[in-house]
């Protein structure tokens, strides 16, 4: 467990401030369409669908924490949220060891999706403003389609950033 | 490779630390907000290289795809712009004669208040909440709660204050409430009523109203060539065509004696419904939407011990009144003056509310 959290962190806080740029700078402040895409949430799920599901929580804990220093919710709401986006990203592990691509892509659908609820029913636990709106409907699966898209592209660097090696599968000699 | 216990520990210490770090937040403590401070230091130098990186490109995109659009949009904004310079000089007349009108009750007002500039320098990242990050804060004398406007009204209040940075939610955010006031009377433009064109004003007031009193004068004037501000004013007179220097007979309405309909004044809580939502009036007396209250009226701050805000300042115009079957309320929208989608300069008003200031 404690190389679980402590091994990958060293690549994690950098990679999560780079992501964290990106998206306050690039996708924060361009919406399409009245959403804004979430590319640190499509890393989590990346790195869930590539590393599994405690790998994948640890992700979202930490890119979320870094999430809300930066920002105006409560330290650790976001990373709760980002943390339950990776490790349901993570559960494709379960089906099998190595996802394909598509079948990744469809986990991290589910997980971002899972994580761009959790937010705002993690704001109302908590006592801050909002809940599901209407808009939503659209914002969530605009968020978790995006994270799908991403996820074959983002999948090396979540792997990277968990120091997850890609499995080699070999013939057994007879 | 991991066992189910590790991975259900994993989770478990993820879960509870989040926890953890929310109650201790909550709660207000000097080291989290020590945290931020000092990670919003550490991540401005890698946000202005992203927006170095960005910046060609976003030019070389909006230069593709929004160039047109850009170039009628300027279009607009010029017209606009003559219009709006017309109604800046009857404004700043209006706005002098109630300063005096204040100074003399002896009544508070925005004007009272020292203002600090800021620039908008980032947005909330997320869907969920709808703050602006700006470029002042503590050191500059800005604290928690002051009201922040634009030219064009309220925008929102600070919940946030760091060195050199503040975050300020906006109007429309669901947790943002504040006390407002309509002032109507009953020239003010109502459901169903046709938009008074300009010739049909006299400085921005219904010639109808005036018609019981009005007579129409010829008047000698020595036209002189007007600084451009001064010049689109919003008069009906009946000259053609003004050449500077140029001594013309002009027939002009002048309304000898004014009968001024009864201002009423209703008051209420604001609040936001969320980005792109109209935001909701919630008054006092609740009849007041259906009978006083009409669709196009201004709604401005309404100040008070307890208010964030001053007295004055400009937050929107109700846009739709939707009565309740079987209630005597009704669902009072109003949208807001500013454009909260494209915001780059804005003015926090130093203003602490009566009740924070006893409390300190």
Not at chain 2, 70 to 85: F, V
Not at chain 2, 288 to 307: I, P
């Amino acid at each position: 467990m404690r190389n679980i959290i402590l091994g990958p962190l060293l690549r994690l806080v950098p990679v999560g401030l780079v992501a964290l740029s990106i998206q306050r700078v690039i996708f924060g402040a361009h919406p399409i369409y009245g959403v804004k895409l979430q590319f640190v949430l499509a890393l989590v799920v990346a790195a869930g669908a590539g590393g599994g599901a405690d790998r994948g929580a640890v992700a979202g804990f930490v890119l979320g924490l870094l999430y809300d220093v930066s920002g105006n919710t409560p330290l650790g709401l976001m990373a709760l949220a980002y943390g339950l986006a990776g490790m349901t990203a993570g559960y494709v592990h379960s089906f099998t060891p190595d996802p394909q691509w598509w079948l990744a892509s469809i986990f991290a659908f589910v997980g971002a999706a899972v994580g761009e609820i959790a937010i705002p029913v993690a704001e109302v636990i908590t006592g801050q403003s909002g809940w599901i709106t209407s808009d939503a409907r659209i914002t969530i699966p605009v968020v978790a389609g995006f994270a799908a898209l991403m996820c074959p592209a983002l999948m090396p660097v979540g792997r990277w950033m968990m120091g997850v090696k890609r499995k080699k599968w070999k013939a057994m000699l007879e | 490779m991991f066992s189910g216990l590790s991975r259900r520990r994993v989770l478990l210490l993820v879960v509870l630390t989040c926890v953890l770090l929310i109650t201790l937040d909550k709660r207000g403590n000097a080291v989290i907000d020590r945290a931020r401070s000092l990670f919003a230091r550490v991540v401005q130098p890698i946000d202005t290289a992203t927006q170095a990186l960005m910046l060609p490109v976003e030019r070389a995109w909006n230069g593709i795809v929004h160039f047109d659009d850009l170039q009628s949009e300027n279009e607009a904004l010029r017209d606009q712009l003559e219009h709006m310079r017309g109604n800046d000089v009857e404004a700043r007349s209006a706005v002098l004669q109630y300063r005096e009108l204040l100074k003399i009750s002896q009544l508070t007002s925005k004007f009272q208040f020292d203002t600090v500039k800021a620039q908008v320098v980032g947005e909330s990242p997320s869907n969920f909440q709808n703050t602006v990050e700006i470029n002042v804060g503590g050191r500059q004398g800005v604290a928690v709660g002051m009201p922040v406007t634009d030219g064009a009204g309220l925008i929102g209040r600070i919940t946030k204050v760091f060195a050199d940075r503040s975050i300020v939610l906006l109007v429309t955010d669901p947790g943002y409430s504040i006390a407002a006031q309509v002032l109507s009377s009953s020239d003010s433009p109502g459901t169903g009523t046709t938009t008074p064109t300009e010739s049909t004003l006299l400085n921005g007031q219904p010639v109808s109203d005036l018609t019981s009193s009005t007579t129409s004068t010829t008047t000698t004037t020595t036209t002189q060539p007007l600084p451009p501000e001064l010049q689109p004013l919003n008069t009906t007179t009946t000259a053609a065509a003004v050449t500077p220097g140029v001594t013309t007979s002009t027939a002009v309405a002048v309304p000898t004696s004014t009968t001024l309909p009864p201002v009423v004044r209703e008051t209420g809580t604001l609040q936001g419904q969320g980005a792109d939502q109209p935001m909701l009036l919630r008054f006092v007396d609740t009849t007041s939407a259906v009978t006083s209250v009409k669709v196009g009226a201004v709604v401005d701050t309404a100040g008070g011990t307890s208010s964030n805000a001053p007295q004055g300042i400009p937050i929107g115009i109700i846009t739709h009144i939707e009565r309740q079957t079987g209630s005597s309320s009704a669902l009072v929208e109003v949208t807001p003056n500013a454009n909260l989608k494209s915001l780059n300069f804005v003015a926090v008003v130093l203003y602490v509310s009566n009740q924070d200031a006893i409390g300190k």
